[in-house]
């Protein structure tokens, strides 16, 4: 079973989608099985995150600023892919450093996330875009 | 076929459960197949490395060390979520850059690692924690 | 239904075997399913990045090279696992910040990658090597 979440987003951050992964399982009827999830970009990730205090979100965010300048900063004058704006090399950056792709189990309708575990789409570029996260659900 | 391993840890570091894996793979009865890892915290990671010389785990754990200081160092005092102690943002953010989730080919009977490749858990946190890592095995 | 792909490198950098992927996937009769790959060493890694521009390669090497220094930068005096030479612990290092295993959706008998999306090994360390990347494929 697939399907194909589209996710907003308006600038660098962490866009929450666990409500809809895990209705569209709930609804699947599969029991047990394995979810799979793929980001059909490379300027963005997929990440499994903290969901209780948004101050984590705000922290990961500044965390990877600071690790990955923008292409205008001195630090990065080395970088040539720059036509499309400079945040577009620090997105395939972190885009490299963070997943693409995510395995979790289902058991009983519902991925086994820890109790504190979301899921999310890190948005590594300025501008807004719609995000697509290709689904894939098998049974057991 | 699922399973949960559960890892005790004991401060920050690498500790390899390949043996617990390997066993229960071996045990299923399954050929070939697919492997499927899922660590069910925020604050620890998956890892495939290298389990021939112990240095290679303390230069990882040294190496990362530096690159997120804790909170309580000058060059991260713009962190926020720091109620929980000083090494618990710099977990999540070592959470974001190494695998929640590992996807392993299964065949005749054992994951397919290369010669010198251990499964760990990369523990972020300094206290002693109890860490899950459910498992999905499906056959070919 | 599982392969192993070969790709040799030479040097630190990216090498793209998207082609090899997709015709596999292609003539495997499998219309829609799920694609697994694992690299099988320590020292390289699986991406998915961008192949419109040759730059960016160029700059994700430049990038992760700064990053993490060879061990006879003084910045990285601290490193211990040095026999196999300056550029094997920051492969290690390379190897735990990116991607070991990929799971890619399939639909209508080809992985939905992303219009841009290729598939590579990044090479982590400066002398040629022949890596082996396991593949499995299972229709839903």
Redesign the interface.
Known sequence: ??TTFTIETNGQGLYEFTRQVTAWVAGSGVG?G?L?L?I???SASL????NA?P??Q???R???A???PKANDPAMA????TTEGPDD?PA??K???????????V?GGHP???T??GIYV?EHRDAPHRR?V???L?A?
């Open positions: 079973m697939q047990d394995l799979t793929f059909r970009h490379t990440l499994i995150q903290e205090d101050d984590v705000g922290d990961l500044a965390y990877f600071r690790l990955v080395y970088l040539r892919h090399m395939h950056i885009a490299a450093m963070m997943p693409v792709s995510l395995s979790i189990p058991r086994v996330l820890g504190w575990q890190f697509a290709a689904a894939h098998m057991d």
